[in-house]
RNA sequence: GCAGGAAUGGUGGAAUGGUAGACACGGGGGACUUAAAAUCCCCUGGCCCUUAUCGGCUGUGUGGGUUCGAGUCCCACUUCCUGUACCA
């Protein structure tokens, strides 16, 4: 037999097609599993190498779960609305339709040639119309509903208008935006106008004048995990804040709840730390200070009440609302001229710019515990849209606060026994306190936390405020002005929004004649000819985000192809949740949040039975490059070997990595690769001339993209398969290095030619020997699969197979295991073992051989025999021989009389199965 | 700053507290060949002894500790990666 890939591969890819082998079904009969990939945005460069490393890994689980006799899940599809495709389209005027089918294709091709066992009847595309009707009818709950936080979850928004008309706000606790306070005369005064707006405040999506990111070069707003430093994370363009009125998710509702569902979720502790970081939770307390001469009450939000006797100012935001209403008429000028400066900052420019800036406002807040005067300033150092957008300033145990009151030369008053803060604050929540006696409450000598909690305690009591968790994470923010993505399922009558029927969904995505924005500035929906209800009311010109499409879509996968559910019962009941989750890590803050979010709302509405959607989660690492260098010799067109570059003055000059082989250069094509370079001369080494190499993100303009229909073409895709676990652990990023890859196929050819060697006809028995080799192998590539340890596992079989290429084995019983371990890593060449081992269809539906432990077992057992833990000699005795009896065999060994020469054994130490070790003195 | 993770040969990386460096790449040597490729065999952490064998010493970022025994556990430190940040 001879190991020709490429026709091995394609015969039994088209049979696999031909005969739908990976097509799931629901089976009661069958357990279900699960495994998802994080579905491609088809960008139009293609797959390179990096993509497929975790489609691999979950591959092979998925094989392998199949052969363990589940019913498996491992569908694939695309998050099609995205933001490439809609610059390229404002570049070319092609519609991003159009480009994002042709990226499809070439994807599709791409995946097709590695050999997955995708179900493609499952595929889905986010901005297929049988697709985003979901993703609209999904919004349009989210619009009907609001979080009621004594029944702690999401309630129909009917429930709340009754409630209204009954009794008010009096007795109610739901999220919202803005506290309010109303009774039932009052409600049912109301028009619907009015009503109407109240709900806003409570529907889970809602449109609201928040302050958002907002983007001009790409003009749209961004959720804040599409901005990282101040600029958009796609295109790095600079983000400014303004307020905006824009459709959001109320996620800020689930907080609690996102964070607590975590912990029982096999997620890596990395990333769950990521998801408590961004859910941000801290207990405080929320304090309000009067203001001298004025009936307005200041409310700030803080973390340590107990340093309440060190405040010596506060400190509004410049967006806060009550900077205009404390502004005294003498400082009025100063202070307009302040926010006029902040606003004109950009988000990056205020980050960036780390010197103290703010303002007087004239007016005094009144410490409660004191009485003590206390001049409010305006700093843009205090962020509108955390806590109250107001603070209370203690320069001693703040380091922020302290260097806003050396720049104002405002008091500094140390609370802590010890602290120096002659030069900087003390921050830690460490120490006992001092200087914090007042009329009513007495704080020194306790230690800080203690004092924390009395304060807390005493300011509930006295009513001058209340003890509040208060959570980082904001609602996102679900309008973008932009043209390829969801449209919204609503209108407006006399500027108020209505939700369209359920009839009339999907409401497409409308023909424009330019992906622009419009003249005055509308999105470019606004360009839509007949972009009205049938009775003429405008439709709403923003389109949903990314993350709107990509948040439900494991669910989808379940059922596909309902024209009547996002998903059935029968099919979310059987298939549940996603058992395993493959994917990047950077989704972390976005994705992974706005997922979880999705699917909580979906469970309280009692739509899905699982209240998480993921139950494990592996972060594949990111696959970087490995750019090969030249040195050009300053002035000068010769190039310098790698190791004799440091004897010159050298510019170090990035080649395609075509070129290269195992570092050394190809230097006739490069002659040939640009003109410039056609008569470069080179300074070899032994001969050749030697590359440099970096490790960079693989990249076009880099030159060093590897594309896996290269490798598939040159070795296959088992061995692209392989070798790509073979390169390290799944979770780690690291380099691709083609060199590696011969080893690999080096050793699918020698499997070949085992197979080809031996006596396929000859069922009998294993020899002992080559029993014990199947079996360790059974054990170790089934263990090192549970535990994703893929690199070792394919170290499994080579050891495996240089071991029955020494027993000389010729046992069809040892090929059939064999075939069916790698069956999961390298399909392809296994279907072909399976029929040559003369079985008819395919080898997925094998079984997954069990090991057998008594066969593993040695029957003598290797001692390394050690003085002090220093390893000396070996000594051979049966298994199952007593530590007493190992112990005087190591002692009778002949070399054992050197080591003891001239030394007293204080103790032996025997451990079964593990070593001797003699301890001397 | 904070949080999480990592550090082992020329390289990628293996090692339930028990013979460190599996497996592979690269390198060296040899066989086959007119030659090259392919293939096969041997050697390959460093240092030292020896004609050679046999052998010895040393070695998992640094410094301590626990243990009969530490790459592995504990403490401190250094460096690197990832995430996040005026979050009060």
């Given at each position: 037999?001879?190991?020709?890939?490429k026709?091995?591969?394609s015969?039994?890819?088209k049979?696999?097609?031909?005969?739908?082998?990976?097509?799931?079904?629901?089976n009661?009969?069958?357990k279900?599993?699960?495994?998802?990939?994080m579905?491609?945005?088809?960008s139009g460069?293609?797959?390179?190498?990096?993509h497929?490393?975790?489609?691999?890994?979950?591959?092979?689980?998925?094989?392998?779960?199949?052969?363990?006799?589940?019913?498996?899940?491992?569908?694939?599809?695309?998050?099609?609305?995205?933001?490439?495709?809609?610059?390229?389209?404002?570049?070319?005027?092609?519609?991003?339709?159009?480009?994002?089918?042709?990226?499809?294709?070439?994807?599709r091709?791409?995946?097709?040639k590695?050999?997955?066992s995708?179900?493609?009847?499952?595929?889905?595309?986010?901005?297929?119309?049988?697709?985003y009707?979901?993703?609209?009818?999904?919004?349009?709950?989210?619009?009907?509903?609001?979080y009621d936080?004594?029944?702690?979850?999401?309630?129909?928004?009917?429930?709340?208008?009754?409630r209204?008309?009954?009794?008010?706000t009096e007795?109610?606790?739901?999220?919202?935006?803005?506290?309010?306070?109303?009774?039932?005369?009052?409600?049912?005064?109301w028009?619907?106008r009015?009503?109407?707006?109240v709900?806003?405040?409570?529907?889970?999506?809602?449109?609201?004048?928040?302050m958002?990111?907002?983007?001009?070069a790409?003009?749209?707003?961004?959720?804040?995990?599409?901005?990282?430093?101040?600029?958009?994370?796609?295109?790095?363009?600079?983000?400014?804040?303004?307020?905006?009125?824009?459709?959001?998710?109320?996620?800020?509702?689930?907080?609690?709840?996102?964070l607590?569902?975590?912990?029982?979720?096999?997620?890596?502790?990395?990333?769950?730390?990521?998801?408590?970081?961004?859910?941000?939770?801290?207990?405080?307390?929320?304090?309000?200070f009067?203001?001298?001469?004025?009936?307005?009450?200041?409310?700030?939000?803080?973390?340590?009440?107990?340093?309440?006797f060190g405040?010596t100012?506060?400190?509004?935001?410049?967006e806060?609302?009550?900077?205009?209403?404390?502004?005294?008429?003498?400082?009025k000028?100063?202070?307009?001229?302040?926010?006029?400066?902040?606003?004109?900052?950009?988000?990056?420019?205020?980050?960036?710019?780390?010197?103290?800036?703010?303002?007087?406002t004239?007016?005094?807040?009144?410490?409660?515990?004191?009485?003590?005067?206390?001049?409010?300033y305006?700093?843009?150092?205090v962020?509108?849209?955390?806590?109250?957008?107001?603070?209370?300033?203690?320069?001693?145990?703040?380091?922020?606060?302290?260097?806003?009151?050396?720049?104002?030369?405002?008091?500094?008053?140390?609370?802590?026994?010890?602290?120096?803060?002659?030069?900087e604050?003390?921050d830690?929540?460490?120490?006992?306190?001092?200087?914090?006696?007042?009329?009513?409450?007495?704080?020194?000598?306790l230690?800080?936390k203690?004092?924390?909690?009395?304060?807390?305690?005493?300011?509930?009591?006295?009513g001058?405020?209340?003890?509040?968790?208060?959570?980082?994470?904001?609602?996102?923010?679900f309008?973008?002005?932009?043209?390829?993505?969801?449209?919204?399922?609503?209108?407006?009558?006399?500027?108020?929004?209505?939700?369209?029927?359920?009839?009339?969904?999907?409401?497409?995505?409308?023909?424009?004649?330019?992906?622009?924005?419009?003249?005055?500035?509308?999105?470019?929906?606004?360009r839509?000819?007949?972009?009205?209800?049938?009775?003429?009311?405008?439709?709403?010109?923003?389109?949903?985000?990314?993350?709107a499409?990509?948040?439900?879509?494991?669910?989808?996968?379940?059922?596909?192809?309902?024209?009547d559910?996002?998903?059935?019962?029968?099919?979310?009941?059987?298939?549940?949740?996603?058992?395993?989750?493959?994917?990047?890590?950077?989704?972390?803050?976005?994705?992974l949040?706005?997922?979880?979010?999705?699917?909580?709302?979906?469970?309280?509405?009692?739509?899905?039975v699982?209240?998480?959607?993921?139950?494990?989660?592996?972060?594949?690492?990111?696959?970087q490059?490995?750019?090969?260098?030249?040195?050009?010799?300053?002035?000068?067109?010769?190039?310098?070997?790698?190791?004799?570059?440091?004897n010159?003055?050298?510019?170090?000059?990035?080649?395609?990595?075509?070129?290269?082989?195992?570092?050394?250069?190809d230097?006739?094509?490069f002659?040939?690769?640009?003109?410039?370079?056609?008569?470069?001369?080179f300074?070899?080494?032994?001969g050749?001339?030697?590359?440099?190499?970096?490790?960079?993100?693989?990249?076009?303009?880099?030159?060093?993209?590897?594309?896996?229909?290269?490798?598939?073409?040159?070795?296959?895709?088992?061995?692209?398969?392989?070798?790509e676990?073979?390169?390290?652990?799944?979770?780690?990023?690291?380099?691709?290095?083609?060199n590696?890859?011969?080893?690999v196929?080096?050793?699918?050819?020698?499997?070949?030619?085992?197979?080809?060697?031996?006596?396929?006809?000859r069922?009998?028995?294993?020899?002992?020997?080559?029993?014990?080799t199947?079996?360790?192998?059974?054990?170790?590539?089934?263990?090192?699969?549970?535990?994703?340890?893929?690199n070792?596992?394919?170290?499994?079989?080579?050891?495996?197979?240089?071991?029955?290429?020494?027993?000389?084995?010729?046992?069809?019983?040892?090929?059939?295991?064999?075939?069916?371990l790698?069956?999961?890593?390298?399909?392809?060449?296994?279907?072909?073992?399976?029929?040559?081992?003369?079985?008819?269809?395919?080898?997925?539906?094998?079984?997954?051989?069990?090991?057998?432990?008594?066969?593993?077992?040695?029957?003598?057992?290797?001692?390394?025999?050690?003085?002090n833990?220093?390893?000396?000699?070996?000594?051979?005795?049966?298994?199952?021989t007593?530590?007493?009896?190992v112990?005087?065999?190591?002692?009778?060994?002949?070399?054992?009389?050197?080591?003891?020469?001239?030394?007293?054994?204080?103790?032996?130490?025997?451990?079964?199965g593990?070593?001797?070790?003699?301890?001397?003195?």
């Open positions: 037999m001879e190991y020709n890939h026709e091995i591969e015969r039994w890819q049979y696999w097609r031909d005969n739908d082998i990976y097509k799931a079904e629901i009661p009969a069958k279900k599993f699960y495994v998802l990939d579905f491609p945005y088809p460069a293609g797959l390179h190498v990096g497929p490393l975790g489609y691999i890994a979950s591959d092979i689980y998925s094989r392998f779960k199949r052969l363990q006799g589940f019913n498996v899940l491992h569908p694939m599809g695309y998050d099609a609305y995205g933001l490439p495709a809609e610059q390229y389209a404002i570049q070319t005027g092609q519609h991003p339709e159009k480009t994002t089918t042709e990226n499809i294709a070439r994807y091709s791409q995946l097709d590695i050999g997955f995708f179900d493609w009847s499952r595929e889905v595309r986010t901005c297929d119309p049988d697709y009707k979901w993703t609209q009818w999904v919004f349009m709950q989210m619009f009907n509903h609001y936080r004594i029944a702690d979850k999401a309630l129909p928004i009917e429930r709340l208008t009754e209204f008309a009954a009794s008010g007795g109610i606790d739901a999220a919202c935006s803005k506290d309010l306070v109303f009774t039932a005369d009052e409600w049912n005064s028009d619907e009015r009503r109407r707006e709900l806003m405040n409570y529907r889970i999506a809602y449109q609201g004048e928040t958002v990111n907002w983007c001009p790409l003009g749209t707003v961004l959720a804040n995990d599409e901005v990282s430093e101040g600029v958009s994370v796609r295109g790095g363009h600079p983000v400014e804040q303004r307020v905006m009125n824009q459709w959001c998710l109320r996620v800020s509702a689930y907080a609690p709840r996102l607590a569902d975590m912990e029982e979720l096999e997620w890596s502790e990395s990333l769950k730390e990521t998801q408590r970081n961004w859910i941000g939770r801290s207990e405080g307390a929320e304090m309000r009067g203001v001298k001469d004025s009936d307005l009450e200041l409310e700030i939000f803080t973390t340590r009440a107990d340093t309440i405040v100012f506060m400190v509004l935001a410049p806060s609302a009550y900077v205009r209403r404390l502004v005294t008429p003498e400082h000028e100063a202070v307009e001229k302040y926010l006029d400066e902040v606003k004109h900052k950009t988000e990056r420019e205020r980050q960036i710019d780390k010197r103290v800036s703010g303002v007087f004239g007016a005094y807040a009144i410490n409660p515990l004191t009485g003590k005067e206390i001049p409010v305006v700093s843009d150092y962020l509108a849209g955390y806590g109250t957008g107001a603070i209370m300033a203690v320069p001693a145990h703040d380091s922020r606060d302290y260097a806003f009151a050396r720049h104002f030369s405002l008091p500094v008053i140390p609370l802590i026994e010890g602290a120096d803060v002659s030069e604050s003390f830690a929540k460490e120490g006992v306190m001092i200087n914090s006696e007042g009329p009513e409450l007495n704080l020194n000598g230690q800080v203690e004092a924390i909690a009395r304060t807390k305690q005493f300011i509930e009591e006295k001058l405020g209340k003890v509040k968790v208060n959570y980082r994470l904001r609602d996102a923010i309008s973008r002005q932009r043209y390829w993505g969801e449209p919204f399922p609503v209108y407006y009558k006399d500027g108020i929004p209505y939700l369209m029927d359920e009839k009339e969904l999907p409401l497409l995505l409308p023909e424009v004649d330019s992906y622009l924005p419009t003249a005055d500035g509308q999105p470019p929906l606004g839509a000819k007949g972009w009205t209800t049938p009775e003429g009311y405008p439709i709403e010109l923003c389109t949903m985000p990314g993350f499409g990509s948040s439900a879509y494991y669910l989808r996968y379940m059922d596909p192809h309902n024209h559910a996002l998903v059935s019962r029968e099919a979310d009941e059987y298939w549940q949740d996603v058992d395993l989750y493959i994917g990047g890590a950077e989704h972390a803050t976005g994705h949040i706005y997922s979880r979010f999705w699917n909580k709302v979906l469970f309280d509405l009692g739509l899905v699982r209240k998480e959607p993921f139950r494990k989660l592996v972060n594949q690492g990111m696959i490059g490995r750019t090969s260098f030249v040195y050009r010799i300053k002035d000068t067109n010769t190039f310098v070997s790698h190791g004799l570059k440091d010159y003055d050298v510019t170090p000059i990035r080649v395609d990595i075509s070129m290269v082989s195992n570092d050394i250069l230097t006739a094509r002659r040939a690769w640009r003109p410039d370079f056609a008569d470069a001369e300074i070899l080494e032994d050749r001339y030697h590359c440099g190499y970096a490790v960079e993100k693989m990249s076009k303009s880099m030159y060093n993209v590897v594309n896996p229909d290269d490798i598939v073409e040159r070795y296959g895709a088992d061995t692209l398969r392989l070798y676990m073979f390169l390290g652990p799944l979770e780690q990023s690291k380099p691709w290095d083609t590696g890859i011969d080893g196929n080096r050793f699918l050819r020698k499997l070949v030619g085992l197979f080809s060697k031996a006596d396929l006809s069922h009998d028995e294993m020899p002992k020997e080559v029993k014990k199947m079996h360790k192998l059974i054990k170790k590539v089934t263990m090192d699969i549970e535990a994703f340890s893929f070792t596992t394919v170290a499994a079989f080579m050891i495996a197979l240089n071991e029955l290429t020494a027993a000389k084995s010729d046992s069809a019983a040892a090929m059939e295991i064999f075939t069916v790698i069956a999961p890593f390298a399909p392809h060449i296994a279907e072909e073992f399976w029929h040559t081992l003369g079985h008819d269809g395919t080898v997925a539906d094998a079984r997954w051989p069990e090991w057998d432990e008594a066969a593993i077992k040695d029957d003598t057992v290797k001692y390394p025999v050690s003085f833990g220093k390893s000396r000699f070996l000594i051979e005795v049966p298994a199952g007593d530590a007493k009896e112990e005087r065999i190591a002692m009778a060994d002949p070399a054992a009389a050197k080591w003891l020469e001239g030394k007293t054994v204080r103790k032996v130490i025997v451990v079964p593990k070593i001797v070790n003699i301890v001397v003195g």
